[in-house]
Structure formats: C-alpha cells, structure tokens
C-alpha cells in the first residue's frame, strides 16, 4: 500500500485513493471540508492549519517515522510554499520552496521569464505610488496594477491616467497588499493551459477560455478553447519553457496566457490544478483525469502520456450570476429537471467549503445543475472567483460552442429573484 499526505484543497484530488490502494492522510483547516466528501478516501484526517510548515511537520512526523510516507502533496496555492518546507524538511521527493515562491511572486515569475529570454512584458516591482506613476509614463498606454502574489482575481486593477495609478495604488495599500507589482496591458482574450509533469517531462492537456466581468472575474470556463486551438503548438512548447524557468519537474500546473497580436504572453503560473471545475472539463474533453494522476502519477501507478490529447468533446461550467441582493424566490428547476436535468442542492442552511460541490458526483451526466442558495439567502456582487457562490451548470457536448449553449440554456431556464 502506498502512504501519501495531502495538504489542503479539493476533494477532487483524492476521490478513489482507496481504491487505488493508497492510503491518504489529508492535513486540513476545519471549515475549510467537508468531512463527508473527504473521509470516504483518507485514513486519517488532521485538523491543522495549511500555511504553518511547523504545525503540519508536527503533525506529519511522528505519522512518517512510525510508517513513513511516500509523498507530501498540496493542491492548494496557499500550502505550496511551507509543503515546500516540510518536503525539505523530511527528506522526501517534491516540488521545492524556491519554485513555489517563484511561482507565487509573480515578480520572480517575470525576472525567471525575463532571464530566459520567454514571453517578454514590461513590468516593474512597485514600492511607491511614484514607482507606479513612473511605470504608466514608460508604457505610456495601459497599465495593470495588482498583489504580486494575489489569489481569485482580487484587486486587480487597470490604470490609464496617472490620477487612476494613484488611486489603485491606494486601494492595494488600503487592502494590505505591502508587494505590488505593475505590467503592461496585454491586449488579446484570456486563455489558460492545464499541463502535468514528471520528472522534468511536461505535457498539456486542457487549453480553456474565460467569460470575465470588468473586475477580471470568470463566470464561465470552457474547453477546448477555439482561441487557444490555432496556437496550440506554441502554448505547448511555452508552457515546457515556462515551467522550465521556474524549475516545476513534477505535478499539475495551471498557466495563463493573453493571446495578442504578438503571440502568446504568460499572464501568470500556478503549481496546482485549475479552479472553478476546470479538471474536470478536462476529463470531459479529453478523457484524462488530471485528478486521478495527481496521486498516480508521482506513485507510478499510471504513466504520463507521450502527447498532447487530442480532444473527443467539449466542456463548460457557468455559474449562477443573479444581482446581488436577499434570494426571494428560485424559479424553474422543476422544468429543468423534468427534461432530465439532475439537479442536486446544498441543504438548507449549510454553507458549502468551495465553490463546486458535488462536482464528483456528476461526472455521469452530460448536463447538471447545482444550486447551494435557497430563498431567503444572501447574493454578493461578483468582486472575486469566491463570489461564485450560488451554484453552477456543467456540461458536455460535441464541442466547445455546444457544451457552453447546453449552460446557457439551462442558465436561463433556473431564475433567481433577488431584492
């Protein structure tokens, strides 16, 4: 039996481990899980907190010298650099503290890219709204100012006048951001590349695109991208360089990149697989769970494929966007599941820990709905990915453009009622 322990995240990643006969010991934040779709896969699951490398190596080694693990594994962007730590720390195989800070900082991300020679954007490391100033007037057009090592599309801000550089500038100070960092506007729509590696070895799977709102947003991911398809040999060969630069041998890592009339530019890199469903789109699209070799791969179990899939459907998740306010009434799911729409939804009161749950259980089923508001619950405006909130419809269909219609249709046949 394989012994592997997983920090944090999604029960996703460790659906079927003892199946595979992998014994999982899952470190967790309580209130961040559910113990019901997690405790079906693991043999022991510790309360602690994901961001302190000392409390989880107290935690993991006694369990490791009384029978030691195989692999230490997050999937979590918030966990990547202290696992780093514990990895180090143990002994043991994975990816490293320095390229998981490489990878968060997306100031190292861009000084890694700009030292060899891949994706060139200007950009600066902000210690002053004067860096700021002096950085739009280098541009001399559009400019974006953002957290250098944010999360969920939050405080990401795009300057054209000195007046609006000072006004981000203050609002990411305001907010607690102390590194800040400011890029070129990349002009083009928005793709992002799924890929796995190991040892050294990169390959790509997914290639997805965004519907994003005016805060950078996304309500809607589908796969395979008809933008990133006609660039698909160089996203592949970008993607290995990419990960190349920041030293990722092994593992999942999520890419994104602006398509403009250059060619494609990085927009950012993460050593984890991609939120808001977009594994599974993948498996939809393609027939390769990115879930399932999260664990299988690095244990041997199953091997990395030689290529890049080819891809056999498309995929789409969209989710419940209603106007902010008090739920008062939630209309047509009745029809919808009378067409043979499976429905399933978060029991009254509970608070789901992310933004797809029951995502596991629907893998059967070519269209689905998942509701986690009843009347009477609040709506937020949609300010980060965590907004997200009030359910989604995924599906499958013969492309793309087939998958996304298929969430349409069912989007606008489910009518929240706010006030």
């Not at 994975?94 to 950009?123: C, F, H, M, Q, W």
């Not at 506007?185 to 005016?214: A, C, T």
């Not at 950078?216 to 990419?242: N, Y």
């Not at 789109?281 to 179990?301: E, K, Y």
Request: proline share 7%; aromatic share 6%.
């Amino acid at each position: 039996m394989y012994r592997v322990a997983v920090i944090g995240g999604k029960p996703a990643p460790i659906a079927g481990a003892k199946d595979l006969d992998i014994d999982v010991t899952l470190l967790h934040e309580p209130g961040k899980y559910d113990p019901r779709e997690v405790a079906p896969h693991c043999g022991d699951i510790v309360d602690c907190s994901i961001t302190d490398s000392g409390a989880m190596l107290a935690a993991l080694l006694p369990r490791h010298q009384e029978r030691p693990f195989d692999l230490v594994l997050t999937n979590t962007e918030d966990a990547a650099i202290p696992v780093g730590r514990v990895v180090e720390a143990l002994g043991m195989p994975g990816t490293t503290e320095r390229t998981s800070r490489l990878i968060k900082d997306k100031t190292l991300t861009r000084r890694a890219l700009e030292n060899g020679g891949l994706s060139p954007v200007r950009y600066r490391a902000l210690a002053s709204v004067d860096d700021a100033l002096d950085f739009l007037e280098l541009v001399g057009d559009r400019v974006v100012i953002k957290p250098a090592d944010g999360v969920a599309s939050l405080q990401i801000h795009v300057a054209e006048t000195p007046e609006q550089a000072s006004t981000a500038w203050k609002q990411l100070q305001d907010a607690g951001y102390r590194s800040v960092i400011a890029e070129e506007y990349l002009e083009g729509p928005v793709v992002s590349v799924d890929s796995f590696s190991h040892q050294g070895r990169h390959i790509v799977f997914g290639m997805s695109e965004y519907q994003m709102n005016e805060l950078f947003v996304e309500w809607e991911v589908s796969t395979i991208s008809d933008a990133a398809w006609g660039h698909r040999d160089e996203l592949r060969a970008m993607t290995a360089q990419l990960l190349d630069a920041v030293g990722l041998t092994d593992g999942p890592a999520h890419s994104e990149y602006v398509l403009t009339p250059e060619g494609p530019r990085v927009l950012e890199t993460h050593n984890r697989l991609a939120g808001s469903g977009a594994p599974e789109l993948v498996r939809r699209a393609t027939g390769h769970s990115l879930g399932r070799m999260f664990l299988t791969v690095p244990l041997g179990i199953d091997k990395l494929p030689d290529a890049s899939p080819d891809p056999i459907a498309g995929a789409a998740i969209r989710f419940f966007t209603p106007p902010p306010g008090t739920i008062t009434d939630i209309a047509g799911i009745t029809g919808v599941e009378q067409a043979g729409v499976p429905v399933l939804r978060l029991p009254r009161g509970e608070r789901a820990p992310h933004i797809i749950p029951y995502l596991g259980e629907l893998t059967e089923a070519e269209v689905a709905v998942v509701l986690t508001k009843h009347e009477g619950d609040r709506v937020s405006a949609l300010n980060s990915v965590k907004d997200c909130d009030n359910g989604y419809v995924i599906a499958t269909g013969s492309d793309r453009r087939a998958a996304v219609a298929r969430c349409a249709e069912v989007i606008d046949r489910i009518r929240f009622h706010t006030s």
